[in-house]
Each structure stands twice: as structure tokens, then as C-alpha cells.
């Protein structure tokens, strides 16, 4: 079968894209494209789920009008974001999004009983408040006891489109739950959350056939015969898959989140490395990926949002290319920006109180996000190289992101190394060759990897020189130790 489709659903969209190999080439084709983003209601932020899930099934019946009547398919979504199912199979809940307020002090709650130190030596997950460990930590007791299965919302999906349980294994790992050394669920850390075993499904490998399209579903709707499998359903997992990394390069997978970091056979959990809050992601394949979450794209998302969207993406990157550079910078990993009322006013408070001119225009808005995300990218790199004791040679950036030329200029600028960008839709690329490895039309990552390279354009960006380079850099320092240390 030459027919694979990657569902792959980021906090921002969502999209359904076919993927055929022909002649060795990897050819894309997108067959819908949705957006998304959490509501809010009463004070609590919740994903729609049932939007997603229709928006798969307008995305498979786009295929069949596409003449598409076999296919593979693969779902990878965000990480961390759960859904209780009962009994029945029926979901009990709305589905909490990370970016909810009500995880704000349950990191430290949970350090009352167990030590920060002891879960990152069993899990070697950074610590962030959007993890699952704390989202079910401050669940409602009654509702979490009273679930039968807890699945990840792409295992949700898939569920809703198989009747199948897993939980897929990229993805589990960022519940922090995950012990390194027996793979499985760590009994402690289950007992403390009250949560059985068995709540969670079978711990599934990317590559594990799941079966046709449930029966029901082929019934009411006029879909492609589909066999599901089981990628990298963390869409981290097949952004880096799906990157043609080099051997010394270091990647960004940049979209809602900049993701920074390098893909590892075994993980780091030294107590630096947990002092530096870097983390373990579990990869396919038998890979880590050591990374740091830094705020990203959010920043210029929310900002985009406050301004109805008169603005596309492009365009508030031009708009930021013709303001002066580094005038003001924000520490963008400040847990004020991870979900404020008004981002805009976030944003200029922080510059107003650290001293600096505050932006106005949505030039100088948007030049002050990529900027503070450009150093935000040196300091980073800088400590991973530290953490990892091995030079970087160049950085690989996928995802939306690699479409702004802007922000990757001013990268190589600052970090002073040759940054690659593309391919930006290297997530569905991850999830794509995962069913092509799985079904044998390519025989492993290292061969789906060369065959993206010569595939998709990668754009190079040297550095150029940056006037006074070195003073900017002492200010975002001096910026940063200003504040309590953010992760
Ligand atoms: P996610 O998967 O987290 O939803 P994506 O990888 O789809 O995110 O990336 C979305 C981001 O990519 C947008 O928020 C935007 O900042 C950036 N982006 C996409 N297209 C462009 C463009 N043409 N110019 C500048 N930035 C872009
Ligand atoms: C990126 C991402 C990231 C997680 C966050 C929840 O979409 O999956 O890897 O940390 O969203």
C-alpha cells in the first residue's frame, strides 16, 4: 500500500496529510487543515475534542473524494492532555487543557510529599506545571478513582476510531509518570496519584499495526479502508523523526512550543541535568530526546489572537524586520506568559517593569518576541552543550517556525552557527515514515531520514554580523539573572 496519512494536530492546528513514496522521493499532500485552540469556560481552558474528531473524519472523507480508498493512518497530537473514558468506553469529562490555571501550585504541593529530585531520578522529566503528574494530582478524586482507562488524547482518538486501548509510549512519557528503569508506569508515583495499574492501558510501540477503522464508523460515513498504526503520537516524538538531523546538529522543533535539543540513545538524569530542568522524552526507535521546553510561538500566537488576526503570521514578521532590533527583550520562560489574560500587556509590563521601551506597535511587538526567543535559543544551547560536555555544530529548526526567515536569521546571528530550516511539516514526515517503516517501504529511521533530506528544501542561514552583539548579549543576561531563575 502506497497510501499513508498522518493526522497530526498541534495546540495551533491541525491537519490530515497523505504520503506517498515515489522513486525514492517522499512526496506531501495535504488533504485538510483545521485550526485549533482551547476555550475558556468559567475560569477552567478545555480542548474540544469532539471538533477534533470530526475534523478526522472530514479530513478522511476529503481522501476518499480524492479518489484515496486504502490507506495507513497515524495520529500524533500535543503531549501531557488526558481523557477519562468509563466503562463503557464513554468519556466522563471535558478535556482539561494544559495551559489551565489550576496546576499553578501543585508543583509544589506534590514536593511536600515527594521530592522533585526523587521523580526526575526515576522519570528524568523536566518539571513543568502542564504535566500530567499534576494535572491528576489536582483532578477531582472521585472522577479519577471512578476511571476505568486513562488515555492520552491521541490514544482517545485512536480508541475513538478502533475501540482499541493503548497507551502509546513517546507520548506516555511526558505524564512524568514513566519509571527509566522498568519502562512501565512507576508503582510509587501511581500509588501517590491513587491511580490502578490498570487505569492505564498496555504500554504501545510506535509501529504497532491497531487495525482497521471500527465498523460502526464505515457504516455512517463513506471513508477509505483504513489499517491504523501506532506512530510517535507525541507530536515532538515525530517532529524529530521526521528531521534529517546530522549527527552533531541539534534541533528546534518550532511551532506553539520551541522544543530545544538533541536526540540521545540513553538518557541524562544527573542531578544537573535536573537543575537545568532539561528532559528525557521518550523516543521511537529507542531514542531520548533530551530537550528543553522554551515558550516559542506561543508568544506571537496569543499576541496575533489579541489583534483579532488582522495580521497573518508573515505578515508580523515582515512588520517586525523593518523595527530596530533588540530594543526590548522579555525572559520568554517567565511563567507569566504561559497563559495570561492579554499577552499584548503582558508583554509590555514586563518591559515596563525591567526598564525598558515598551512596545507598541505590532512591529515591535512581534520584534521583541523573536528577538528574546533568539537568545533564549543561545542560552539554552549553551547549557545543553555544557549538560551534554560535546560541541553543537549546527541547529536543525522544523516545524511552522522554519517559515519565519526572521526569526532564523537573527538565530544563526545570535547563536553564531549555521542554522538548516525545514521541513516545517517534519511532524507529519515523523508520523508518516513510522507507517512506512512499520509496513517495510523503507527499512528504518536512518533510511526515512536520508530519503526527507533529499526530499524537502532546507534553507540555510549563516550568521551575519550583529552590531554590539556582545553588549545585547550582557543585557539578556543581566535581564535574566534579574529574575528568580525560570525553567
Ligand atoms: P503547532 O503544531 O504547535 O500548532 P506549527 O508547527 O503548526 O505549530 O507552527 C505554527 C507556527 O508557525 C505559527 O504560530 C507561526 O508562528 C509559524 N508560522 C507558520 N507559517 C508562518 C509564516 N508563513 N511566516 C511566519 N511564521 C509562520
Ligand atoms: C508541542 C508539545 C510539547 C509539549 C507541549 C504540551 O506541541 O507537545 O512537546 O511539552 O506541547
Known sequence: MNNHIAVDIGASSGRLVRGILQEGVLILEELHRFSNRFTEQENSCFWDIDYLFEQIIIGLQKAKGKGITACTLGIDTWAVDYVLVDAEGNRVQEVYAYRDRRTDLAMDEVAKYISPQTIYEKTGIQKLSINTLYQLYVHSKEELSGADQILLVPDYLYYKLTGRKINEVTNASTTQLLNLDSRDFDDELLKFLNIKREQFAALTEPGAVLGPLDEALLQTYDLPDCQLICVATHDTASAVLGAPLQKDSAYISSGTWSLLGVERTQPLNSMKAMEANYTNEWGAYGTYRFLKNIMGLWLIQEVRRQMDGRYSFAELAELAQGEEGFRSLICCNDPRFLNPVNMIEEIRSACAESGQPVPETPGQLARCIFD????????????????????????????????????????????????????TESTALGNIVVQMISTGSIVDINEARDIIGQSFKIKSYSPSPTAHLEDIVSRWKELQSSKVKHP
Open 372 to 423: 528574546s526567543l533568539a537568545l533564549s535559543y543561545l542560552t539554552y544551547l549553551e547549557e545543553l552543550e555544557d549538560l551534554i560536555d560535546s560541541r553543537i555544530e549546527d541547529l536543525q529548526i522544523v516545524g511552522g517556525g522554519a517559515n519565519n526567515s526572521l526569526l532564523c536569521q537573527l538565530t544563526a546571528d545570535v547563536i553564531g552557527r549555521e542554522v538548516k530550516a525545514g521541513p
